[in-house]
């Protein structure tokens, strides 16, 4: 495995988490809803961008 697949992948659980938290904040919700909300879009059962390598970010936290 490469590292940029990694930090592709980690660069998107941080630019959705980001985002899902500002939307959440703008609409008046609690961010988890805008973290969870993120965290189904770049799920692999999704169309769209999708984290890759799901176990090495199940293994980095």
Do not use: C
């Amino acid at each position: 495995m490469s590292a940029p697949f990694i930090f592709q992948d980690l660069f998107y659980v941080w630019l959705v988490g980001l985002i899902g938290g500002l939307v959440a904040y703008v609409t008046k919700q609690p961010l988890l809803l805008g973290y969870m909300l993120g965290g189904i879009l770049i799920s692999p059962f999704t169309p769209g961008p999708a984290v890759q390598h799901l176990e090495t970010i199940q293994l980095s936290y």
